[in-house]
C-alpha cells in the first residue's frame, strides 16, 4: 500500500504492516505485508478495512473511487468488484507557451529552468557551460549554442570502440528505432546526441527531450557494449568502476 505520508506511521505498524525500506534498491518503499490467501483473507480485509478507515478517513465502501488499466485497457465498472466507480484522472496540461529568447544568455536560464523541473534541484553549468544530468552509468549534457537558438544534448555511452563496420551497421540500426537521440561513432566513442532548435523556446519540448534522452542512454549503454565491446562511460581507464 501506499505511503501515506506520516500519516500514524506507528498504526500502519499496529495493523500488522510492514516497515518501508529506505530505498527501491534495498526493497519496497511502501507499507507493505506478505500475505497467504484465502486463509489469511479474513485478516486481509480486516486489516484493509481498518486501514481505509483509520489512516485514510474512509468511513465506507461507497466512498472509494478507483483509477488505472487492467491488461485490455482502462478499468471499467463493470469489471470492478463491490460497485466501485472508476474516476479517469484528466493531467494537467502541459505548458505550451512559446518564448522567444533575446539571446544565449537568457536561453541558457529558460533551460537551466527546464531541467530543473526534471531533476528536481537546481540545474547547475559546470565549467565547459553545460548542465549535467547524471543518469545510470553516464551524464546527459545540455549545452546552449552560441551561435544559434539551439540546444544540444549529448552523453558519452561507450569509448574504446574500435571503427568496424560491423559497428556502424549495428548503430544505423538500433538508429532507426530510437525515439530520441542519434548515436554516432567518433575516435573510438559512442555518442548519443539530440539537438532542439529553441526559436521560439518551449519549455515542455526540452524536458520532454531531456527524459527520452536519460532514458534512452540508461536503456542503451550495456546493450551496445554487449554488441560492440568497449568500455562504459563511468568505468575508469584502467578497466575499474
Known amino acids: 500500500m501506499s505511503d501515506p505520508s506520516c500519516r500514524a506511521p506507528t498504526r500502519l505498524l499496529e495493523l500488522g504492516w510492514q516497515q518501508p525500506a529506505a530505498s527501491m534498491s534495498e526493497g519496497t518503499t511502501n507499507y507493505w505485508n506478505d500475505e497467504q490467501l484465502p486463509e489469511d483473507g479474513g485478516a486481509v480485509a480486516e486489516r484493509l478495512v481498518a486501514t481505509l478507515r483509520d489512516i485514510y478517513g474512509v468511513p465506507e465502501p461507497t466512498f472509494l473511487v478507483t483509477s488505472g488499466f487492467a491488461d485490455t485497457g482502462p478499468y471499467d465498472e463493470t469489471d470492478l468488484p463491490f460497485g466501485l466507480p472508476v474516476v479517469q484522472e484528466q493531467p494537467e496540461p502541459p505548458d505550451a507557451s512559446a518564448i522567444v529568447a533575446a539571446g ?7 533551460a537551466a529552468a527546464a531541467v530543473q523541473a526534471v531533476i528536481g534541484q537546481e540545474a547547475e553549468f559546470d565549467a565547459d557551460g553545460d548542465i549535467p544530468v547524471p543518469v545510470g552509468n553516464t551524464v546527459v549534457y545540455v549545452r546552449v549554442d552560441e551561435d544559434a537558438p539551439r540546444i544540444k544534448m549529448f552523453a558519452l555511452l561507450l569509448h574504446d570502440v574500435p571503427w568496424k563496420p560491423r559497428v556502424g551497421h549495428a548503430l544505423n540500426a538500433t538508429n532507426g528505432r530510437l525515439g530520441y537521440g542519434l ?10 546526441s539530440h539537438q532542439l532548435w529553441c526559436r521560439p523556446f518551449v519549455a515542455e519540448h526540452l524536458t520532454q527531450a531531456v527524459v527520452g534522452m536519460c532514458r534512452t542512454a540508461e536503456d542503451l549503454d550495456e546493450q551496445l557494449q554487449q554488441q560492440l565491446g568497449g568500455r562504459l562511460a563511468c568505468e575508469r581507464q584502467d578497466g575499474a568502476a
Open 183 to 192: 548515436l554516432t561513432h567518433h575516435d573510438r566513442h559512442v555518442v548519443l
Open 104 to 110: 544565449p544568455d537568457e536561453l541558457r536560464d529558460l
